[in-house]
């Protein structure tokens, strides 16, 4: 992981709606989503203000040198002994520099610190070769393999218990 890039992670707030949604509906990001098209300012906007103030969910701005990047999600389920499922979104202009690995454990440690999840889970789609390498480099585990709409997905899966 590239240590020298001051990468901090800070509560997601209201004013960040608008950020997340161009974040979301970038040409790279789109086909990675569940709904694969561009999403409306409105039908974000509701989705973002019920998630921010959703208290079984962790929502958090990645940024780099001050300045936003991506955002990355803890969501307590009720359908996996509460683990926390974990989505990330990095803005397109700064994959491949290793922001993902380190959000991913500095948002783990908050997890731990927090007390929120014993582990932390994601389906990853086996092409995003990507958030693959990101999260094994931040400590998570294949774990299984399950398929979504004809679509198979890696289920990585962290303990919180440990450290990275």
């Known amino acids: 992981m590239k240590e020298l890039m001051d990468i901090t992670l800070r509560k997601a707030l209201i004013e ?6 161009t974040w ?3 040409p790279t990001t789109i086909p990675w989503m569940g709904s694969a ?3 409306l300012f409105d039908e974000h ?3 973002f203000r019920k998630t921010i103030n959703d208290p079984r969910c962790l929502f958090f701005i990645i940024e780099l040198d001050s300045k936003p ?3 990355i999600r803890y969501h307590l389920t009720n359908s996996m002994n509460n683990y926390a499922r974990v989505s ?6 700064m994959h491949g520099k290793g922001i993902a690995s380190i959000a991913f454990s500095k948002g783990n440690g908050l997890v ?35 398929e979504t ?15 990275t």
């Open 88 to 93: 990330i979104n990095i803005t397109q202009k």
């Open 24 to 26: 979301r509906n970038e």
């Open 69 to 71: 990047v991506g955002q």
């Open 112 to 146: 731990r610190e927090l007390g929120f999840a014993p582990k932390i889970f994601a389906h990853v789609r086996q092409d995003n070769i990507g958030s693959i390498k990101a999260m094994e480099n931040a400590g998570y585990n294949r774990a299984d393999t399950v």
């Open 149 to 163: 709409h004809g679509i198979k997905h890696l289920v990585m899966l962290y303990n919180v218990g440990q450290k």
């Open 45 to 47: 906007d509701s989705w």
């Open 16 to 21: 960040d709606s608008e950020i997340t949604l």
């Open 37 to 39: 098209r561009a999403l």
